[in-house]
């Protein structure tokens, strides 16, 4: 399964679901498609969903190119380098993730995405 996100001044991310966290993409699948206001955290774009599910597998760290769900923001967030909190050789996130996915094209896309950006989850057929 795969989804586009389209940001509305950067340009479109596809990222593919990679089948880990099932319960959280199934939770994402429902509330497809949606529009939120992205926001930047270092080298992570995030924004909220109105999915709603807890910790899985959550990671406390991720690759870049990760794709993960936020569980107390309720957020979907794209990590593309390092974040304010990580440490050299690292890409940690606030808290645990439940990462559910890879950006397949656009990841260039992302450094140019700015805060109140908005941004439209769809799934792609």
């Known amino acids: 399964m795969r989804l586009k996100l389209v940001f509305e001044r950067a340009g479109c991310v596809v990222v593919e679901l990679t089948g880990?966290?099932?319960?959280?993409v199934e939770a994402l699948r429902r509330v497809l498609p949606f529009e939120s206001r992205a926001r930047r955290w270092g080298?992570?774009?995030y924004f909220e969903?109105?999915?709603a599910a807890e910790e899985e597998e959550a990671s406390e760290l991720v690759n870049a190119g990760?794709?993960?769900y936020w569980p107390p923001g309720r957020?979907?967030?794209?990590f593309?380098?390092?974040t304010p909190?990580?440490?050299p050789g690292e890409i940690r996130p606030a808290s645990p993730v439940n990462?559910?996915?890879?950006?397949?094209?656009?990841?260039d896309v992302l450094r140019k995405v700015v805060s109140g950006e908005k941004v439209r989850v769809e799934l792609l057929p």
């Open 80 to 82: 593309f380098g390092p």
């Open 20 to 24: 880990e966290n099932p319960k959280t």
């Open 66 to 68: 990760d794709v993960a």
């Open 75 to 78: 957020a979907l967030c794209l």
């Open 85 to 87: 909190i990580s440490q």
């Open 43 to 45: 080298d992570e774009v």
């Open 49 to 51: 969903t109105s999915a």
């Open 99 to 107: 990462v559910i996915g890879r950006v397949v094209e656009g990841t």
